[in-house]
């Protein structure tokens, strides 16, 4: 009873401390019903809970309902699914018509298990956690957030020889998503990583190998197995996506644990589409097979919008690439503005996979491509595309985007046309104007 009084003076207020509840950790118990009667307690008493270092195992999804914040201790707190060997469990609520609200997750860190909130869910936050040795569908995320605004800050996503898939999934959110300072990758990105995390990130990835040490987790150095970093498929409003790190393996397919083979395809490191006004600010993008193939790359699709600033790219590229399998209110490319960004072995790139005709065309506006600075690449290649042709070729602008080694400008291809930075700087809005300033964090 003096540990349980002495542990309690360390719980926060408005968290009830789960092992005078009779959930401790490290039992070696399946705890997925016996959390229940907890989470009732939680939502009734709208009090989160609070779970001190230690290892839970649960062999079933948990469903989360409003005020059900859950809350680990930075010394580790492990949520692992009982059985390690098969699919992952849930924590959260995946049905679109239940209502939940106000809570949040936050030093956990989830072993073959996934987050998932789907629907009429609001005020909610996931906030500096890990999610490992996760056990999905090639398509399925550690973490998915959609429909409306959620805060995600500050947590790391690994992905390990065994387990690709996707490592973040956001879906029709409504305005105020905000993604900031996540860390996606492998052990021997963390160094590197360190000038876009913050100090409590940094100390999760400390406590994690740590607990590896100690023999309390398992999981190999290379964690970059993503199928893709971030997918946004429709209908992002007024999101913001600021200070990542997204580093991925380079491999054109990935292993799969279900064939013994090398057969996972790769989609994009960034694939969104259908968004009207996102801001991209200051990550870091590395990995991915090269520009030349259709996986990879950084994929921005149908829409409008786009502020994509001050971020910097190590061996992959930036890509506009619409297509016409979309309703007609998304033939579109409108409003993408390109600036300021440092790109290492890398290009900026427009594609579609039709040509314009008067019966069916891409609408351009405000394609606007500046500042920007390259290293590591030919000097007689194009490294800013645009179409051959457009029925709106008087829409591709750029200015001043030179090689870092020699100052002098990059070739560009297509309709795209010089002018110069005082014009292509008139035609920002206010919300991409304030990011005039930004540079790229370096490593």
């Not at 994509?308 to 007609?328: H, K, M, T």
Request: proline share 3%; hydrophobic share 35%; aromatic share 12%.
């Amino acid at each position: 009873m003096k540990n349980l009084e002495h542990a309690n003076n360390n719980v926060p207020e408005g968290y009830i401390y789960a092992p005078n509840a009779g959930i401790s950790p490290n039992t070696g118990k399946d705890l997925s019903h016996v959390i229940l009667n907890l989470l009732k307690e939680s939502h009734t008493s709208r009090k989160g809970i609070y779970f001190p270092a230690g290892t839970y195992l649960f062999s079933s999804d948990v469903l989360l309902t409003s005020y059900n914040s859950l809350l680990g201790s930075i010394e580790g707190t492990i949520f692992r699914c009982f059985d390690i060997t098969k699919k992952s469990v849930m924590f959260g609520d995946s049905t679109y018509g239940t209502t939940v609200s106000n809570l949040s997750i936050e030093n956990i860190i989830f072993d073959n298990i996934r987050v998932h909130f789907y629907g009429r869910k609001s005020a909610i936050s996931i906030s500096h956690n890990i999610f490992i040795n996760t056990i999905t569908e090639q398509s399925t995320a550690q973490l998915t957030c959609s429909s409306n605004a959620y805060t995600i800050n500050g947590n790391v996503f690994m992905r390990g020889r065994h387990y690709a898939g996707v490592g973040l999934s956001t879906y029709g959110n409504a305005a105020g998503l905000l993604i900031e300072q996540n860390f996606l990758g492998s052990i021997e990105d963390i160094n590197v990583a360190t000038p876009w995390l913050d100090d409590k990130t940094q100390t999760l990835l400390t406590t994690l190998l740590s607990l590896r040490d100690k023999g309390l987790m398992s999981f190999d150095d290379a964690q970059g197995n993503f199928v893709s970093g971030w997918y946004s498929t429709s209908n992002l409003k007024k999101g913001i996506f600021r200070k990542n790190f997204i580093s991925g393996s380079s491999e054109i397919y990935l292993y799969n644990p279900e064939t013994g083979k090398n057969d996972i395809s790769r989609d994009h490191g960034v694939y969104i589409k259908q968004y009207t006004q996102v801001e991209v600010i200051q990550n870091y993008f590395s990995g991915w097979p090269k520009d030349d193939r259709a996986s990879g790359q950084l994929k921005f699709r149908n829409a409008k919008g786009l502020v994509f600033a001050g971020n910097y790219l190590n061996q992959i590229s930036f890509n506009a690439r619409p297509y016409d399998n979309v309703d007609e209110q998304w033939l579109i490319m409108q409003d993408t503005f390109i600036f300021n960004n440092y790109l290492s072995d890398a290009l900026i790139s427009y594609w579609q996979n039709f040509i314009d005709t008067e019966d069916k065309a891409i609408n351009v506006k405000n394609y606007l491509v500046f500042s920007n600075h390259f290293i590591n690449r030919p000097v007689s290649k194009p490294l800013i595309t645009s179409p051959d042709k457009s029925l709106s070729s008087n829409q591709f602008f750029c200015s001043e985007n030179s090689f870092i080694e020699t100052g002098k400008q990059v070739p560009i291809s297509g309709v795209m046309t010089e002018i110069t930075l005082d014009k292509i700087k008139a035609l920002l809005p206010d919300y991409a104007a304030q990011y005039l300033l930004i540079k790229p964090i370096m490593p």
